[in-house]
């Protein structure tokens, strides 16, 4: 039996992301759940947290596979490339197993 992990994350938005309107904000999760679903990770649900720095919290679950979330995690974030922190300043993440 596989192990299933979740993520748990909360991010710190940019500036830039908090200058987009309510939709578009909304549509941001939507594409971040086509992009993990490409890697085999499953985004359970978002919200937008109360009490934290961050603005936004995912959930994300894996069949276990730590190497999935990571190279999901690199694409969604744009790390190495000019569009990195563009939306996404910081990341803070928690896993569950």
């Not at 909304?26 to 990770?41: E, F, H, I, N």
């Not at 069949?63 to 974030?77: A, D, M, P, S």
């Not at 190495?80 to 569950?96: D, M, Q, S």
Request: proline content about 4%; aromatic content about 14%.
């Amino acid at each position: 039996m596989t192990e299933m992990v979740r993520y748990i994350v909360f991010c710190e938005m940019t500036p830039e992301f908090l200058k987009l309107s309510l939709e578009e904000r909304k549509d941001l999760p939507l594409r971040w759940s086509q992009v993990a679903s490409q890697y085999g990770v499953k985004m359970l649900f978002w919200g937008m947290p109360l009490g934290v720095h961050e603005h936004v919290v995912c959930v994300f679950e894996s069949n276990g596979n730590n190497e999935k979330y990571f190279k999901f995690q690199r694409e969604w974030l744009s790390l190495g490339t000019p569009e990195a922190g563009r939306y996404v300043k910081n990341t803070r993440t928690i896993t569950v197993y």
